[in-house]
């Protein structure tokens, strides 16, 4: 159902996220939605910075996830 009309259009609509089925994004969303959440451009996911090295972060993140952890 994930990739489905239904399941796209439901997650797009409800979620604002972008959809992985073309097809079904063009049946559910205005032209205008389409172009905003840059269905029309896939080249977009190559601006995307989905994961990067904390570098020398890397121990103030452990620190501060360590910190939540120890609270719950």
């Given at each position: 159902?994930?990739?489905?009309?239904?399941?796209?259009?439901?997650?797009?609509?409800?979620?604002?996220y972008?959809?992985?089925?073309?097809?079904?994004a063009k049946?559910?969303?205005?032209?205008?939605?389409?172009?905003?959440?840059?269905?029309d451009d896939?080249?977009y996911?190559?601006s995307?910075l989905?994961?990067?090295?904390?570098?020398d972060?890397?121990?103030a993140?452990?620190?501060?996830?360590?910190?939540?952890?120890?609270?719950?």
């Amino acid at each position: 159902m994930a990739i489905s009309e239904q399941g796209q259009c439901g997650m797009s609509n409800v979620n604002g996220y972008s959809s992985t089925n073309e097809v079904a994004a063009k049946k559910c969303m205005s032209a205008k939605q389409f172009k905003d959440l840059h269905q029309d451009d896939p080249s977009y996911l190559d601006s995307l910075l989905l994961w990067m090295d904390l570098g020398d972060r890397f121990g103030a993140y452990t620190n501060a996830w360590n910190a939540v952890k120890a609270a719950n």
